[in-house]
């Protein structure tokens, strides 16, 4: 049980997509997520700058509120731990078409979640509630270039700003025993990084997207430097990322349109031995939208990746709520005129169970979530 408690550390977890909510923006997340070569809104450069040059000048604002619920045997079945709260998670940005062929614009998302147990993981004395909250925030300003009709090229900085605190880890002594950390409170840091996208379209039917992130590095945080997080030089980057994606227009109402997302751990502390192990992810997701008339838009979605904690690791990601590996969606657009518009969607993420083996025996963790969310759209 010692070695397996050798790390306790905090990160974010979401829905399906590793850290990151299933869909950046309200009308992706409708589609399961898809978005690299079916851009809808203003927050399509979190998936691929390029698709900023399709949406035209728009405004769009939206928040989607998650609710991750994990259950914990940690050690043994008899110490269950509980945590389950709401996490809101704003999104948006804003675009402007400054000729046919250039456009400049911002695309704002983020994370924001963490744990809360109610009291100690352990019964050791001094340590305190098992809790942990992080939100990044990330910009992306981002420019798009139409080379010809039919190609379009985007980049975009990606500048990050973390909040990070954590509370109750408990670590081996090299006596044999445990003994807990302390808290730091609340730590800062910032980072940047870059991120490149490519649409084609060769007809007016059929859209091909391609995207790359680069791994977003963060400054040290704080305090967490010199123990909780000292296997990751203090720091949570953030992975990079890469995909491709498809969109065919079936008939002029109705749009099919399907991704493939690749996000890396291997390089940071999520994914490092001595974090918290996380493997690198692959997602599938499929959408589709259905125009119904001039006023309303349906869209429904799904998405499945591989599950990146594996059961040898079960312990160390205690403050790491578990992602889910499999959602559902349904989402909805209702046009108030032909400048506005108003969307929500509601997206359900199966039971994902983990049984602890080898240093993670007796630690079995189970987490599903609910995420639903609305936002508003404004043409200019």
Request: charged share 10%; glycine share 14%.
């Given at each position: 049980?010692?070695?397996?408690?050798?790390?306790?550390?905090a990160?974010e977890a979401?829905?399906?997509?590793?850290?990151?909510l299933?869909?950046?923006?309200?009308m992706?997340?409708g589609?399961?997520?898809?978005?690299?070569?079916?851009?809808q809104d203003?927050?399509a450069?979190?998936?691929?700058?390029?698709?900023?040059?399709?949406?035209g000048?728009?405004?769009?604002?939206?928040?989607?509120l998650?609710?991750?619920?994990?259950?914990?045997?940690?050690g043994?079945?008899?110490?269950h731990l509980h945590?389950g709260?709401?996490?809101p998670?704003?999104?948006?940005?804003a675009?402007?078409?400054?000729?046919?062929?250039l456009t400049?614009g911002?695309s704002?998302?983020?994370?924001?979640?963490?744990?809360?147990y109610?009291?100690?993981a352990?019964?050791?004395?001094?340590?305190?509630v098992?809790?942990?909250s992080?939100?990044?925030v990330?910009?992306?300003?981002t420019?798009?270039?139409r080379?010809?009709?039919h190609?379009?090229?985007?980049?975009?900085?990606?500048?990050a700003y973390?909040r990070f605190s954590a509370?109750?880890?408990?670590v081996?002594?090299?006596?044999?025993?445990l003994?807990?950390?302390?808290?730091?409170?609340i730590?800062?840091?910032f980072?940047?990084g870059?991120?490149?996208?490519?649409i084609w379209?060769?007809?007016?039917a059929?859209t091909?997207?391609a995207?790359y992130?680069?791994?977003?590095?963060?400054s040290?945080?704080?305090g967490?430097?010199d123990?909780l997080?000292?296997?990751?030089?203090?720091r949570?980057d953030i992975?990079?990322?890469?995909g491709v994606?498809?969109?065919?227009?079936i008939?002029p109402?109705?749009?099919l349109?399907?991704d493939w997302l690749?996000?890396?751990f291997?390089?940071t502390v999520?994914?490092?031995?001595?974090?918290?192990?996380?493997?690198?992810q692959d997602?599938?997701?499929v959408g589709a939208?259905?125009?119904?008339?001039s006023?309303w838009?349906l869209?429904?979605?799904?998405?499945r990746g591989?599950h990146?904690?594996?059961?040898?690791?079960?312990?160390?990601n205690?403050?790491?709520?578990?992602?889910c590996s499999?959602?559902v969606?349904?989402?909805?657009?209702?046009?108030?005129?032909?400048a506005?518009d108003i969307?929500?969607v509601?997206?359900?993420?199966?039971?994902?169970?983990?049984?602890g083996t080898?240093a993670s025996?007796?630690?079995?963790?189970?987490?599903?979530a609910?995420?639903?969310?609305v936002?508003?759209?404004?043409?200019?």
């Open positions: 049980m010692v070695s397996a408690l050798a790390t306790l550390h990160q979401l829905a399906v997509d590793g850290i990151a299933t869909g950046t923006g309200v992706a997340a589609m399961g997520g898809t978005s690299i070569a079916f851009p203003s927050t450069a979190a998936d691929n700058p390029a698709g900023m040059g399709l949406i000048s728009r405004t769009d604002f939206g928040i989607q998650l609710e991750p619920l994990t259950d914990f045997d940690y043994s079945p008899s110490n945590t709260k709401v996490y998670v704003p999104n948006g940005g675009n402007w078409q400054i000729s046919p062929r400049l911002v704002l998302f983020g994370v924001g979640v963490g744990t809360s109610g009291r100690p352990l019964p050791i004395a001094g340590a305190g098992a809790q942990s992080l939100q990044t990330i910009a992306a300003p420019i798009t270039w080379l010809t009709p190609n379009i090229i985007g980049a975009s900085l990606a500048l973390e509370n109750g880890a408990i081996p002594t090299d006596s044999g025993g003994q807990p950390l302390p808290s730091h409170g730590s800062n840091a980072g940047y870059v991120r490149l996208g490519y379209q060769p007809t007016s059929f091909f997207g995207s992130a680069s791994r977003i590095r963060m040290r945080l704080s967490y430097d123990d997080l000292a296997a990751g030089g203090g949570i992975g990079a990322q890469y994606g498809i969109a065919y227009r008939v109402s109705l749009t349109a399907a690749h996000l890396e291997s390089n999520v994914g490092s031995a001595q974090g918290f192990g996380w493997q690198n997602i599938f997701r939208a259905w125009n119904v008339n006023r838009t869209r429904a979605g799904f998405s591989n990146p904690i594996g059961p040898s690791v079960v312990a160390q205690l403050l790491a709520a578990m992602p499999t959602s969606s349904a989402g909805a657009t209702w046009r108030l005129n032909k506005d969307s929500g509601v997206e359900y993420d199966f039971a994902t169970n983990v049984k080898g025996a007796g630690f079995d963790m189970r987490t599903r609910e995420i639903i969310g936002s508003y759209g404004h043409r200019f």
